[in-house]
């Protein structure tokens, strides 16, 4: 089960960096990520109760980095909502 976390939480951070590193046009592209990323942040949380949360501290650091992407995402969206013309 830890490999299938580990594995699931690559998969997403590479989904995630390539997504961010396409052009966007607008605001709307970014918050698709930003939704895709509190869907992982889901995900992650399921998996640790299913694993009863004994993963020698990898989800916990791992749901860390996801809440920090969620966290600039949403800043991200704002921003670009205000630019927007």
Known sequence: MERLLAVSALA???VAGAAM?????DWRDLDAVHGHVVEALHEMERAAKANH???Q???KRAEEH?????????????AAKATAP
Do not use: I, N, P, T
């Open 12 to 14: 997403l951070s590479f």
């Open 21 to 25: 590193s396409a052009e966007v046009r």
């Open 53 to 55: 949360y004994d993963m």
């Open 57 to 59: 501290g990898h989800a």
């Open 66 to 78: 996801l809440r920090a992407a969620e966290r600039e995402l949403g800043l991200a969206v704002d």
